[in-house]
């Protein structure tokens, strides 16, 4: 029977994971014929049972029933799950509005407060349970089984706040918001390039300064508040590589994004929760290294920098940082030492004193010799002792059990109640149920079971990095217990072994979800996991004494302990740091997720019992792995491309071919951040293993199309790059061939002087397969000297395979005679999704369609590709071709009608 249910608990996690590569959520009528076919395989089996031997089904038959349900179970769970997160919808009359909602912080909530810090940012996960004093349950379209699921579910959302401090004494500052900036490139006699920003706010030319606001207070988890914010459905940018912000707000079952612009402070009902004030009295204890105690005791990240990000990223230890069910696990070893030689002394007492002849059902006697044993068991008799004529039971593994239970609930709780926290306590509680009601179920079964119920309770977490690199620690761990007995080794080679299976197979999944992998975690992690798991529970400890006993001798010793333990925190950073400064310890290897996945069942095959074909099927796994790196060697050389990243309302462009690109414009940058240039084009260029970086050109100086210069500056691959720009090199006439491409610079002038949107660098990219024309933010007036020129000199510059949009689309460009001039076959707008321009224009998208142009839009399709071969040129889109999944779905501009 156990060997049943695991078969069909494993269908079961099988089919809801495959959700993750769905195109598109099954039909209600779909789901229907499913649900009809799962009633009919779950009910053979039980009917032929009861019949005659002759008619029984024979044991492969009942293993297919059995196959089908579990399988068609995760499918129609995942997919209901899916229709009913879209069917909250914001209604249309509410997105980018200010409107006054009602709701929740569920987590996020501020933990201490830093009184040194002008302002601070925090990112709330809260629940909406009114907006504009309208439930928001009627935002909630009628789906299958919503009624089942609204009893369980909220309208939730991810809102951004800024506080600002109150200091009295400080002089007023001004923060610039984020908007367009004006970057002027220059260069010295020794070539280095300088860069002045300007920042300007809403249309071009104007600036808008926003003063320092009223100080406010932050919110914490649990509050209840009142606020006017603007609100936006939950989407991102779809690039082939850096972090997808979009699946992780699908994982986290988020519907919208926005950020209070004001809150109402006579409304708000705080919840000052234990955490707080454990954040407080951590706080308060003026420690070193203050924001990595908050971090590790209570879950506090917000403090850390980027310096340390980069620091856990390139050790490969932000695993110990971010509190998951390893730190869990570590208080639930800490509580099951300390509570069981407490609960055998009380035992051991009570059977001294000859009150009592028995108490506790010792199951748990690890601690004790064989004779210390035998005397015990003699001394409390079978179960139980009568006392008054009553019997009183009380189970020692019960009590153990339950005591860990309840003290790991109190951890997650501390923690912020994190998704991987409280999966890996709902986990260790069906463990400890197992192990109390004594089932005899093997690891298989129990780590099945216990998949089984992560996918039922937390479905969507299966979007999300952290769902698989716990599995698979999990699964090595135990990988390594069953088959090669790891735990009768000493500890120091158990934890050398460990480490070394963790590292070499989680390194797959982490090249899968990141494109990096660390080559020092190894030795990282060998001191650094030890000393954490001493520091954990000593830290909780110390903090826990001084938070409820403060000025007392428990409190002076608490502090004291805390305070050395510190100065171990200092060397172990300090050691991490070393760690970190060698080029090599963080290597950028992005490769196809189906590859990595192959080439880790292939580790996993080889440490498998023999078979027959074992080593065979080994190297057959390890071929999409061998033949990528081969591309690696010995690029496509033949063909050219031209990559346009979903850069939001920015413009970042790159053409390569073979190992070589030419970049153009580099995105945005934001409080200092040049988040497309640093985190999508870098490692897409690694990914397409770019080694040199021949040519950079910047259209124009404003910042959403230079804010990235910095970085491409320092980078090594473009020590040697050449840089244009209207002042400088970009002139028309002027023209360049690159790797048998004839590159044209057609705007502007000769000898100009002006950075700006009238005299952006018009570039054309052709040979014989095609060509590209990229004009920057032109408008009309550019676009009619331009084609004045072509027509004096009586050729064909203008003409294009593919355009991308001038000046993104707006109204003032884009002419009807520039259209028919370029005559393009397709054109990209580059634009962010409800971008408060409303780029592109419907006018000018009207225009384009009129002239049989194929339209593609970078907030809606993604990152964009035009690979021109000898056949003529193919456009790919990351959500149409390259990643379509059912929760990556593109979001039409609301004021183009005509592109639903």
């Known amino acids: 029977m156990v060997n049943r249910i695991t078969i069909w608990l494993s269908c079961f996690c099988a089919g809801a994971i495959s959700a993750v590569f769905w195109y598109r959520l099954p039909s209600a009528n779909t789901m229907a014929v499913m649900i009809a076919i799962n009633v009919v395989a779950s009910t053979i089996p039980m009917l032929y049972r009861r019949k005659s031997r002759a008619c029984q089904l024979t044991a492969f038959e009942a293993l297919l029933c059995w196959i089908i349900s579990g399988l068609l179970t995760g499918v129609l769970w995942v997919a209901s799950v899916g229709h009913f997160y879209y069917a909250w919808q914001l209604p249309e009359g509410k997105i980018q509005q200010d409107v006054t909602i009602s709701g929740q912080v569920v987590s996020g909530g501020c933990v201490s407060s830093n009184t040194d810090a002008v302002q601070a940012h925090y990112q709330y996960f809260v629940t909406i349970e009114l907006l504009n004093n309208e439930r928001t ?32 004494n400080q002089k007023p500052s001004y923060i610039y918001p984020q908007g367009k900036a004006s970057i002027n490139l220059r260069s010295n006699d020794q070539g280095n390039r300088q860069h002045d920003i300007k920042t ?8 808008n300064i926003k003063a320092l606001k009223k100080p406010a207070t932050c ?22 590589v850096g972090f997808n912000r979009q699946q992780q707000f699908a994982s986290k079952f988020i519907h919208v994004t926005g950020y209070i612009k004001s809150l109402d402070n006579k409304k708000t009902q705080h919840s000052h929760n234990e955490r707080f004030g454990l954040g407080k009295t951590l706080v308060g204890l003026g420690l070193d290294y203050q924001r990595w105690w908050l971090a590790l005791l209570l879950g506090n990240k917000t403090e850390l920098t980027d310096t340390d990000w980069e620091q856990l990223q390139r050790t490969g230890t932000g695993h110990l940082f971010s509190i998951s069910g390893m730190h869990l696990s570590i208080i639930a070893g800490v509580c099951l030492l300390i509570i069981n030689p407490i609960v055998l002394t009380l035992a051991m007492v009570a059977s001294a004193l000859g009150n009592i002849h028995a108490i506790f059902k010792l199951r748990v006697l690890s601690l004790f010799s064989p004779p210390q044993r035998a005397a015990l068991l003699n001394n409390t008799g079978n179960d139980s002792t009568r006392i008054g004529g009553q019997v009183l039971i009380a189970p020692v593994r019960l009590i153990v059990l339950s005591c860990t239970v309840f003290a790991c609930l109190l951890y997650a709780g501390l923690s912020g109640n994190a998704l991987p926290v409280v999966r890996a306590f709902i986990l260790l509680a069906l463990g400890c149920l197992l192990s109390v009601c004594q089932l005899a179920w093997r690891p298989l079964n129990i780590g099945v079971a216990m998949l089984a119920l992560s996918l039922l309770i937390f479905p969507l977490s299966m979007l999300s990095a952290s769902f698989y690199l716990s599995v698979g620690a999990v699964g090595c761990i135990w990988f390594l217990i069953t088959v090669f007995g790891l735990q009768r080794n000493a500890w120091y080679v158990v934890l050398i072994k460990l480490q070394l299976a963790l590292t070499f197979i989680m390194m797959p999944l982490t090249l899968i979800w990141f494109g990096s992998a660390s080559f020092i975690a190894l030795v990282a992690n060998l001191i650094a996991l030890p000393l954490v798991t001493l520091i954990l529970p000593i830290g909780l400890l110390s903090l826990l004494a001084i938070h409820f006993f403060d000025n007392t001798v428990v409190a002076f010793l608490g502090s004291l302990i805390l305070k050395q333990s510190d100065y171990l925190f200092g060397y172990l950073l300090e050691y991490l740091a070393y760690l970190s400064k060698y080029e090599l310890s963080l290597v950028y290897a992005p490769i196809e997720s189906g590859s990595a996945l192959c080439f880790l069942t292939a580790i996993v095959v080889t440490f498998l019992p023999p078979w027959r074909y074992k080593n065979v099927c080994a190297v057959l796994l390890s071929l999409p792995l061998i033949v990528e790196v081969c591309w690696w060697v010995s690029p496509n050389d033949s063909a050219w491309t031209l990559h346009v990243l979903d850069a939001g309302q920015a413009t970042a462009l790159m053409v390569t071919k073979g190992n ?33 970086i021949d040519h950079i050109i910047h259209t124009h100086s404003d910042n959403d199309h230079a804010g990235g210069a910095d970085t491409f500056n320092t980078h090594p691959n473009a020590q040697h790059a050449k840089w244009y720009s209207p002042t400088r090199g970009c002139e028309r006439g002027k023209t360049f061939n690159w790797q048998g491409l004839h590159v044209a610079f057609l705007w502007p002038l000769k000898g100009n002087k002006q950075n700006t949107n009238a005299t952006s660098c018009v570039v054309r990219i052709a040979n014989i397969a095609g060509s590209v024309l990229i004009p920057g933010d032109i408008e009309k007036e550019s676009e009619y000297a331009l084609i004045t020129r072509e027509l004096e000199s009586q050729t064909k510059a203008l003409h294009a395979d593919v355009l991308v949009a001038p000046h993104h689309g707006s109204k003032t460009s884009s002419t009807n005679v520039f259209i028919e001039q370029v005559s393009p076959s397709a054109v990209i707008f580059t634009q962010g999704y409800e971008n408060r321009w409303q780029f592109p224009a419907p006018v000018v998208f009207a225009r384009y369609q009129e002239n049989g142009v194929a339209t593609y839009l970078s907030s809606f399709h993604g990152y964009i590709s035009a690979t021109f071969k000898d056949k003529g040129v193919t456009v790919n889109t990351q959500r149409g071709n390259y990643k379509r999944r059912w929760y990556l779905k593109g979001r039409p501009p609301r004021h183009l009608p005509s592109f639903r």
Do not use: C, W
């Open 200 to 207: 300007v706010a809403g249309e071009k030319g104007r600036n």
């Open 660 to 692: 070589r690109a030419i970049i153009i414009d580099s995105g945005a940058k934001y409080n200092g951040k040049a988040v497309t240039a640093t985190h999508a084009m870098l490692p897409l260029l690694d990914k397409l293993h770019i080694r040199h």
């Open 137 to 168: 349950a009627a935002f909630l379209n009628r789906v299958p089984f919503s009624a089942f699921f609204s009893q369980y579910t909220s309208f939730n959302a991810r809102l951004s706040h800024t506080v600002y401090s109150g200091a009295q």
């Open 219 to 240: 919110l914490h988890n649990g509050d209840r508040f009142t606020a006017v914010v603007k609100l936006k459905p939950a989407y991102g940018t779809a690039n082939p």
